[in-house]
């Protein structure tokens, strides 16, 4: 069935048991993963990716993964993205089957009308289909305001308009950006704080970072001797560990659409032209490598990764320990990235 936008809401936060399928799909890619990340909350389950390809070499693999117990006795939900044609064959066995443990997530991008993955889940009873259109003006406003509800921050228009500018309009990148300020205001759901225009200049995605984007994309590469000398750059406080983040997670979350594309069965070249001029000239043979290094599983592990360590490294309890400085914990998260682009062709 076909989800509404005033309805979706509702169907990832109260999932309806008896839908054992989930496709979001559209240009907003974000978004679509935004929804699933919200259905997962709302199952209270556990994200199990499968790849595209099992599927494809095997369509009976995602009905017996979706009937299969979990081993550590949890909720768990089954993630497959990019969806693509290479997955039609097992969705529809998996509709067609016996009642499965666990609901499968499907995220895609933008899909036409013909598309048999589209029609399985737009015509199923037990599936549910939702397109993701970019916000724009009072819609990504709304958006921006809707996010920061959730982290506990109270928005006024103007300034969500500038944290969605300032994002892309990009719910990932916003809802990142959220997390952190409600971190620097000390805001949560029970205790909620406003968001103004100061905490932005202090902490916000426009704020300026200096060179600091080289060392994402050194490690990302997979360039160890030259990782190293800049990392021997960074004071021994590790002060500029945030800023070298942030850029490590607008690098991931710009190549993860990129590398989906290219996984989707577009080849590198064609995506890379289709960047234009939206990429800088002295940026694209370091951006092309990366996007042949990585795939999107392993840049959305990084993403997460990325993530968490910088909530350690702004955490207060953290702040006040400085048995560990941030310099140690950059200088691992980065060797460990470098490592792991070393070992792809």
Known sequence: MKASKTSIGRSVDQPDPKVRFYLFHGQDEAGSRALGGRLLQGLGATKFAVSPGAIKSDPASLTDEAGAMSLFGGKRAIWIEPATKDVEEGVAALLQGPEPESPVIAIAGALTKASGLLKLAETAPNALAYVSYVPEGQEAERMVVDLGRRVGLKIDPPVAGRVAGAAGNDQAIVAQELEKFALFLDASPQAPKPLDHEAIDAVGADASEGDFNRLADIALSGDLARLADELGNVSPAGTEAIPVIRSLQRRLQMLAPLRARVERGESADAVMTSMGR???????????????????????RAAERAGRLERELMSPRRRSNTSMPDREGLGEELVAIALKARGRP
């Not at 990366?290 to 392993?298: H, N, Q």
């Open 278 to 300: 939206s990429l800088f000239w002295k940026e694209k043979g370091a951006v092309e490598r990366m996007l042949r290094k990585w795939s999107a599983e392993e840049l959305a």
